[in-house]
């Protein structure tokens, strides 16, 4: 029986204000085979592992078979790093 081994549901990520964020990955694994990973709804990747760029809120992590079935699913949630350098300020169109 297929399934998602990491993360499991519950998951919490913060992403770290002193890495760039491109640096920083969250990594899923899966037990299975022909696997096709789904986060939010949205194909991203194919087999037993992936690696995600994180982005801020909460997602539904899925794995499917060729048919797009679900086959299981782990919600995880990504805590914003915040900007930093000081607040955002509006630039002012010329």
């Given at each position: 029986?297929?399934?998602?081994?990491?993360?499991?549901?519950?998951?919490?990520?913060?992403?770290?204000?002193d890495i760039p964020?491109?640096?920083?990955?969250?990594?899923?694994?899966?037990?299975?085979?022909?696997?096709?990973?789904?986060?939010?709804?949205?194909?991203?990747?194919?087999?037993?592992?992936?690696?995600?760029?994180?982005?801020?809120?909460?997602?539904?992590?899925?794995?499917?078979?060729?048919?797009?079935?679900?086959?299981?699913?782990?919600?995880?949630?990504?805590?914003?790093?915040?900007?930093?350098?000081?607040?955002?300020?509006?630039?002012?169109?010329?």
């Open positions: 029986m297929a399934r998602i081994t990491a993360p499991t549901t519950g998951t919490i990520t913060a992403l770290d204000p964020p491109r640096n920083q990955r969250v990594s899923f694994q899966a037990q299975g085979s022909n696997l096709h990973w789904l986060l939010d709804g949205k194909a991203f990747a194919k087999g037993t592992s992936a690696q995600w760029l994180p982005w801020p809120g909460r997602h539904v992590l899925q794995i499917t078979n060729a048919k797009g079935q679900v086959l299981d699913e782990v919600r995880l949630e990504v805590r914003g790093a915040g900007f930093k350098g000081g607040p955002l300020v509006p630039i002012k169109p010329r």
